[in-house]
Protein backbone atom coordinates (compact mmCIF):
# COMPACT_ATOMS: atom_id res chain seq x y z
CA UNK A 1 0.00 0.00 0.00
CA UNK A 2 1.49 3.61 -1.04
CA UNK A 3 1.81 5.75 2.06
CA UNK A 4 1.52 8.73 -0.69
CA UNK A 5 0.51 8.17 -3.99
CA UNK A 6 0.27 11.02 -7.12
CA UNK A 7 -1.04 10.77 -10.64
CA UNK A 8 -0.12 11.16 -13.15
CA UNK A 9 3.65 9.98 -12.86
CA UNK A 10 4.00 11.71 -16.09
CA UNK A 11 2.56 14.61 -17.78
CA UNK A 12 3.69 16.15 -21.31
CA UNK A 13 1.27 19.26 -22.21
CA UNK A 14 1.41 22.36 -24.74
CA UNK A 15 2.05 26.18 -23.37
CA UNK A 16 -0.79 27.49 -22.23
CA UNK A 17 -3.32 24.24 -20.96
CA UNK A 18 -4.44 23.46 -17.87
CA UNK A 19 -3.52 20.37 -15.93
CA UNK A 20 -4.22 19.37 -12.43
CA UNK A 21 -2.04 16.46 -10.43
CA UNK A 22 -4.23 14.27 -7.47
CA UNK A 23 -2.08 13.33 -4.80
CA UNK A 24 -4.09 11.06 -1.89
CA UNK A 25 -2.65 9.44 1.80
CA UNK A 26 -3.40 6.97 3.39
CA UNK A 27 -1.64 7.52 7.06
CA UNK A 28 -4.42 9.28 8.65
CA UNK A 29 -2.10 12.70 8.70
CA UNK A 30 -3.66 16.05 9.20
CA UNK A 31 -1.20 18.62 6.60
CA UNK A 32 -0.42 17.84 3.35
CA UNK A 33 1.97 19.55 1.20
CA UNK A 34 3.26 20.24 -2.70
CA UNK A 35 6.88 20.87 -3.27
CA UNK A 36 8.56 21.68 -6.80
CA UNK A 37 11.70 20.58 -7.79
CA UNK A 38 13.38 22.03 -10.78
CA UNK A 39 15.91 21.11 -13.34
CA UNK A 40 18.78 22.19 -10.88
CA UNK A 41 17.33 19.76 -8.56
CA UNK A 42 16.57 22.51 -5.65
CA UNK A 43 13.48 20.71 -3.33
CA UNK A 44 11.00 24.13 -2.99
CA UNK A 45 7.84 24.08 -0.47
CA UNK A 46 5.01 25.63 -2.31
CA UNK A 47 2.04 25.02 0.10
CA UNK A 48 0.77 23.31 2.62
CA UNK A 49 -2.21 22.49 4.03
CA UNK A 50 -3.51 21.41 7.92
CA UNK A 51 -6.92 20.00 8.22
CA UNK A 52 -8.29 21.35 4.58
CA UNK A 53 -6.98 24.70 5.43
CA UNK A 54 -3.94 26.79 3.28
CA UNK A 55 -1.18 27.38 6.33
CA UNK A 56 1.77 28.19 3.75
CA UNK A 57 1.52 29.47 0.57
CA UNK A 58 5.55 30.13 -0.90
CA UNK A 59 5.74 33.40 -3.68
CA UNK A 60 3.66 31.14 -6.13
CA UNK A 61 2.39 32.31 -8.67
CA UNK A 62 -1.57 32.67 -9.05
CA UNK A 63 -1.79 30.47 -11.75
CA UNK A 64 -1.16 27.41 -9.34
CA UNK A 65 -4.15 26.73 -7.13
CA UNK A 66 -4.11 23.63 -4.58
CA UNK A 67 -7.86 22.26 -3.37
CA UNK A 68 -7.95 19.81 -0.19
CA UNK A 69 -11.68 17.87 -0.59
CA UNK A 70 -10.44 16.07 2.40
CA UNK A 71 -7.66 15.74 5.05
CA UNK A 72 -6.56 12.79 3.03
CA UNK A 73 -6.41 14.96 -0.84
CA UNK A 74 -4.26 17.66 -2.21
CA UNK A 75 -4.65 18.29 -5.43
CA UNK A 76 -2.40 20.97 -8.02
CA UNK A 77 -4.17 22.46 -10.17
CA UNK A 78 -1.78 25.05 -12.66
CA UNK A 79 -3.84 27.63 -15.30
CA UNK A 80 -2.01 28.46 -18.53
CA UNK A 81 1.07 26.44 -18.08
CA UNK A 82 4.20 27.94 -19.14
CA UNK A 83 7.82 26.45 -19.90
CA UNK A 84 9.24 27.00 -16.90
CA UNK A 85 6.54 25.74 -15.07
CA UNK A 86 8.68 22.32 -15.90
CA UNK A 87 9.53 20.12 -12.87
CA UNK A 88 8.87 17.22 -10.69
CA UNK A 89 6.31 18.05 -8.32
CA UNK A 90 6.27 16.00 -5.12
CA UNK A 91 3.14 15.70 -2.41
CA UNK A 92 3.86 15.23 0.97
CA UNK A 93 2.06 14.51 4.05
CA UNK A 94 3.12 13.94 7.74
CA UNK A 95 0.86 14.13 11.10
CA UNK A 96 0.85 17.67 12.19
CA UNK A 97 2.16 20.62 10.71
CA UNK A 98 4.37 23.03 13.08
CA UNK A 99 6.16 20.28 15.46
CA UNK A 100 9.75 20.26 15.16
CA UNK A 101 9.94 16.27 15.96
CA UNK A 102 7.92 16.07 12.49
CA UNK A 103 8.40 13.67 9.16
CA UNK A 104 7.42 13.66 5.88
CA UNK A 105 6.53 11.31 3.88
CA UNK A 106 6.57 11.80 0.12
CA UNK A 107 5.34 10.51 -2.91
CA UNK A 108 7.08 9.31 -5.70
CA UNK A 109 6.83 12.89 -8.12
CA UNK A 110 4.98 13.79 -10.81
CA UNK A 111 7.35 14.94 -13.81
CA UNK A 112 5.10 18.00 -15.37
CA UNK A 113 7.18 18.70 -19.73
CA UNK A 114 6.09 21.60 -20.46
CA UNK A 115 6.36 22.20 -24.51
CA UNK B 1 16.38 30.42 7.77
CA UNK B 2 18.77 28.26 10.09
CA UNK B 3 21.17 27.63 7.09
CA UNK B 4 23.19 24.13 6.84
CA UNK B 5 26.31 23.35 5.01
CA UNK B 6 27.46 20.00 3.03
CA UNK B 7 30.07 19.16 0.97
CA UNK B 8 28.28 18.79 -2.87
CA UNK B 9 29.87 15.54 -3.31
CA UNK B 10 31.13 12.28 -1.74
CA UNK B 11 32.13 9.20 -2.33
CA UNK B 12 32.51 5.56 -0.88
CA UNK B 13 33.03 1.76 -1.24
CA UNK B 14 30.23 -0.90 -0.60
CA UNK B 15 30.11 -2.68 2.69
CA UNK B 16 32.19 0.25 4.10
CA UNK B 17 30.96 2.49 6.50
CA UNK B 18 30.31 6.00 5.58
CA UNK B 19 30.42 9.70 7.18
CA UNK B 20 28.08 12.46 5.71
CA UNK B 21 29.17 15.66 7.38
CA UNK B 22 26.87 18.99 7.94
CA UNK B 23 28.06 22.15 9.40
CA UNK B 24 24.90 24.29 11.35
CA UNK B 25 27.04 26.89 13.14
CA UNK B 26 23.78 29.22 13.35
CA UNK B 27 21.33 26.21 14.93
CA UNK B 28 18.79 27.89 17.69
CA UNK B 29 18.14 26.18 20.89
CA UNK B 30 14.91 24.71 19.61
CA UNK B 31 15.99 23.49 15.85
CA UNK B 32 15.90 19.70 15.79
CA UNK B 33 18.34 18.41 13.15
CA UNK B 34 16.33 16.31 9.89
CA UNK B 35 18.13 13.64 7.58
CA UNK B 36 16.29 13.54 4.42
CA UNK B 37 17.50 11.47 1.02
CA UNK B 38 16.44 11.41 -2.38
CA UNK B 39 17.29 8.04 -4.17
CA UNK B 40 16.99 8.47 -8.34
CA UNK B 41 14.12 9.26 -9.38
CA UNK B 42 12.13 8.96 -6.03
CA UNK B 43 10.57 11.32 -3.59
CA UNK B 44 12.94 12.47 -0.36
CA UNK B 45 12.65 9.75 2.27
CA UNK B 46 13.12 10.72 5.93
CA UNK B 47 16.39 9.02 7.79
CA UNK B 48 16.51 10.28 11.16
CA UNK B 49 16.28 13.27 13.40
CA UNK B 50 17.57 14.41 16.52
CA UNK B 51 17.92 17.38 19.45
CA UNK B 52 21.39 16.96 21.32
CA UNK B 53 21.90 13.33 21.70
CA UNK B 54 23.52 11.10 19.38
CA UNK B 55 20.57 8.78 17.56
CA UNK B 56 20.09 5.40 16.16
CA UNK B 57 17.66 3.81 14.07
CA UNK B 58 17.68 0.71 11.78
CA UNK B 59 18.46 3.04 8.69
CA UNK B 60 21.31 5.12 10.16
CA UNK B 61 23.28 6.70 12.85
CA UNK B 62 23.33 10.65 13.55
CA UNK B 63 26.27 11.66 16.05
CA UNK B 64 25.34 15.32 17.37
CA UNK B 65 28.40 17.99 18.27
CA UNK B 66 28.32 19.00 21.95
CA UNK B 67 27.99 22.50 20.73
CA UNK B 68 25.53 21.18 18.27
CA UNK B 69 27.36 23.66 15.58
CA UNK B 70 27.97 20.24 13.02
CA UNK B 71 26.53 16.66 13.09
CA UNK B 72 27.58 13.92 11.56
CA UNK B 73 25.12 11.16 9.55
CA UNK B 74 26.97 7.62 9.43
CA UNK B 75 25.99 4.74 7.47
CA UNK B 76 27.37 1.87 8.86
CA UNK B 77 28.08 -0.32 6.13
CA UNK B 78 26.69 1.89 2.64
CA UNK B 79 25.28 -0.72 -0.01
CA UNK B 80 24.43 0.12 -3.79
CA UNK B 81 20.90 1.10 -2.85
CA UNK B 82 22.17 4.10 -0.57
CA UNK B 83 23.21 5.99 -3.74
CA UNK B 84 21.59 8.76 -3.07
CA UNK B 85 21.52 12.83 -2.56
CA UNK B 86 21.96 13.09 1.43
CA UNK B 87 20.14 16.17 3.13
CA UNK B 88 20.89 17.88 6.44
CA UNK B 89 17.48 20.44 7.07
CA UNK B 90 17.07 22.10 10.67
CA UNK B 91 13.90 21.93 11.27
CA UNK B 92 12.33 24.41 14.54
CA UNK B 93 9.70 27.03 15.68
CA UNK B 94 9.56 30.17 14.66
CA UNK B 95 10.06 31.04 11.33
CA UNK B 96 11.84 27.52 11.01
CA UNK B 97 9.04 25.47 10.90
CA UNK B 98 9.47 24.42 7.08
CA UNK B 99 11.20 21.75 5.99
CA UNK B 100 13.69 23.56 3.80
CA UNK B 101 15.97 21.76 1.33
CA UNK B 102 19.43 22.92 0.55
CA UNK B 103 21.74 21.39 -2.04
CA UNK B 104 22.77 18.48 -0.34
CA UNK B 105 25.43 15.61 -0.64
CA UNK B 106 25.49 13.62 -3.40
CA UNK B 107 26.66 10.41 -2.11
CA UNK B 108 28.01 7.40 -4.78
CA UNK B 109 28.93 3.75 -3.57
CA UNK B 110 30.93 2.06 -5.64
CA UNK B 111 30.74 -1.69 -5.65
Known amino acids: DTAVSQTPKYLVTQMGNDKSIKCEQNLGHDTMYWYKQDSKKFLKIMFSYNNKELIINETVPNRFSPKSPDKAHLNLHINSLELGDSAVYFC??????????????FGSGTQLSVL | DAKTTQPNSMESNEEEPVHLPCNHS???????IHWYRQLPSQGPEYVIH???SNVNNRMASLAIAEDRKSSTLILHRATLRDAAVYYC????????????FGKGTLLTVNP
Open chain 2, 26 to 32: TISGTDY
Open chain 1, 92 to 105: ASSQEFSSTNEKLF
Open chain 2, 89 to 100: ILKGGGSNYKLT
Open chain 2, 50 to 52: GLT
